[in-house]
């Protein structure tokens, strides 16, 4: 690849390089799914990985690991961990807040 030459879309996503393919009509649908997938996660908990994700690229081994043991002492103790293990103990779908 190096010599700038077109790359379709359906190749960018086989090489991983995108994450999906969709035909412009089904575009809007398809993002409201994404959307409403997103909100129902625990997004606190979302938030916290994009923040680990964002600091990765600057951070060395040690400082990242640092990091996602803070992270997860956080997440630890979110409202949404502990309906996430209730749910879970329950075999019930998890209703998160965002708490």
Do not use: C, Y
């Not at 979302?46 to 992270?71: M, T, Y």
């Not at 956080?74 to 996430?84: W, Y």
Request: glycine share 6%; no cysteine.
């Amino acid at each position: 690849m190096g010599l700038a030459e077109p790359l379709s879309a359906e190749i960018a996503e086989s090489w991983g390089l995108i994450w999906k393919v969709v035909d412009d009509h089904d575009l809007m649908a398809e993002a409201r799914s994404l959307a409403e997938r997103l909100a129902s996660q625990p997004t606190r908990a979302l938030a916290l990985i994009k923040q680990a994700i964002h600091a990765a690229a600057s951070n060395d081994f040690a400082a990242q690991l640092e990091l996602e043991k803070n992270l997860q002492h956080t997440a630890g103790r979110t409202e949404d961990f502990r309906e996430g293990v209730a749910a879970f103990l329950e075999k019930r779908k998890a209703r998160f807040t965002g708490r």
